[in-house]
């Protein structure tokens, strides 16, 4: 089932929707605070969200670490990330807090499909950049509790 949300994640990635919003995230990288507000809002949605499902819970822990990576990025605490990453990274939140959606969120049950396929790609595709952050963290006993305030 997460092979098949990777592969639908990269079909949604293709979309003109997405490539919109891809070329907004790099605007958004160059200004920490709106970058801050999209944080907070992207950390609010994910956390209200409650389901079931297998899988989400590991979609959630890895865009809540996402989450942490670009607030150590514009903190300045941790630079070891590829512009790439961040970019798409930036972009796949961006279209979780954008009330425009390939299926918009509003459609019970199949409006989150999107928001979902697109983090497992991006899961898929990033992996190693998460891991290296995570060990990071580990490294320099960062502290979780501060993702609540820039």
């Given at each position: 089932?997460?092979?098949?949300?990777?592969?639908?994640?990269?079909?949604?990635?293709q979309?003109?929707?997405?490539?919109?919003?891809?070329?907004?995230?790099?605007?958004?990288l160059?200004?920490?605070?709106k970058?801050?507000?999209?944080?907070?809002?992207a950390y609010?949605?994910?956390?209200?969200?409650?389901?079931?499902?297998s899988?989400?819970?590991q979609?959630k822990?890895?865009?809540?670490?996402?989450?942490?990576?670009v607030k150590?990025?514009?903190?300045?605490?941790?630079r070891?990330?590829?512009s790439?990453?961040?970019?798409?990274?930036?972009?796949?939140?961006?279209y979780?807090?954008?009330?425009l959606?390939i299926?918009?969120d509003f459609?019970p049950?199949?409006?989150?499909?999107?928001d979902?396929?697109?983090?497992?790609?991006?899961?898929?595709?990033?992996?190693?950049e998460?891991?290296?952050?995570?060990?990071?963290?580990?490294?320099?006993?960062f502290?979780?509790?501060?993702?609540?305030s820039l």
């Amino acid at each position: 089932m997460l092979n098949d949300w990777i592969h639908q994640g990269l079909k949604y990635s293709q979309n003109p929707i997405f490539k919109s919003i891809l070329g907004k995230s790099g605007k958004l990288l160059a200004k920490p605070a709106k970058l801050g507000l999209l944080l907070t809002s992207a950390y609010g949605k994910l956390v209200e969200v409650d389901s079931n499902k297998s899988g989400f819970d590991q979609l959630k822990e890895f865009m809540l670490t996402f989450i942490r990576l670009v607030k150590s990025y514009i903190n300045g605490d941790y630079r070891n990330v590829s512009s790439k990453s961040l970019l798409i990274g930036v972009a796949v939140l961006l279209y979780l807090v954008t009330p425009l959606d390939i299926i918009p969120d509003f459609i019970p049950v199949i409006g989150l499909l999107d928001d979902l396929t697109l983090m497992a790609w991006f899961i898929d595709a990033f992996q190693t950049e998460i891991n290296k952050f995570r060990q990071w963290e580990t490294d320099t006993n960062f502290d979780h509790s501060r993702i609540g305030s820039l």
